[in-house]
């Protein structure tokens, strides 16, 4: 006799079915702990870094927000 553990007829009865629901939840959890972490969406490690302004003004070039020569005078103006 099973007495509720084991995924057979007796998984409806009784506490089986909250078992089973039990280790669907936890494979859920582990499973979005690791996409996470995979995708870089959370669980970054080390410190969240903020963007320094020579960060901003690199992707507006990048970008083509701002010319070349807007670009070089700047970046001369925020080493100074």
Known sequence: MMHGYGFGSSMFMGGGIFMFIFWILIAVVIISMFSGRFTGNSFKS?????ETPMDILKKRYARGEITES???DMKDK???
């Open 46 to 50: 080390g410190v969240d870094r903020k």
């Open 70 to 72: 807007e670009y070089k």
């Open 78 to 80: 925020l080493r100074d």
